[in-house]
């Protein structure tokens, strides 16, 4: 069992930057796919980026050179750098984990192939 916690979320102005965090307990995020995903009300659910140790950092087209992701391993914290954001940014952002580790492959863009997830953090940016 993964235990997922999201934070770092808040409001900024457009060309704001906030760092969001995933804290996990139950068991170590080495070794797992982790995604960032994120979802607006009256829309679905937007992937933005995954990452493992055995996969390179992959973002999607509408955040790349904006967003970037990191880890710190010894705390079990994965986290999702968002820059120049933009009033399009708005959205609650979820971070979440497979089921089992891994070795090799590539993380999955698709919400369903994640069984752990957090509770989300808000980011909205203003004009």
């Known amino acids: 069992q993964v235990h997922l916690v999201e934070s770092g979320g808040g409001s900024v102005q457009a060309g704001g930057s906030l760092r969001l965090s995933c804290a996990a307990t139950g068991q170590t995020l080495r070794h797992r796919c982790v995604a960032w995903f994120r979802q607006d009300r009256w829309k679905q659910r937007e992937w933005v980026a995954t990452?493992?140790?055995?996969?390179?950092?992959r973002y999607a087209d509408s955040v790349r050179d904006r967003f970037t992701v990191s880890q710190d391993n010894a705390d079990n914290i994965h986290y999702l750098h968002v820059n120049s954001l933009t009033p399009e940014d708005t959205a609650m952002y979820y971070c979440a984990t497979t089921y089992s580790a891994a070795s090799a492959g590539s993380c999955s863009r698709l919400p369903g192939d994640y069984i752990y997830w957090g509770q989300g953090t808000q980011v909205t940016v203003s004009s």
């Open positions: 990452s493992a140790s055995f996969d390179p950092a």
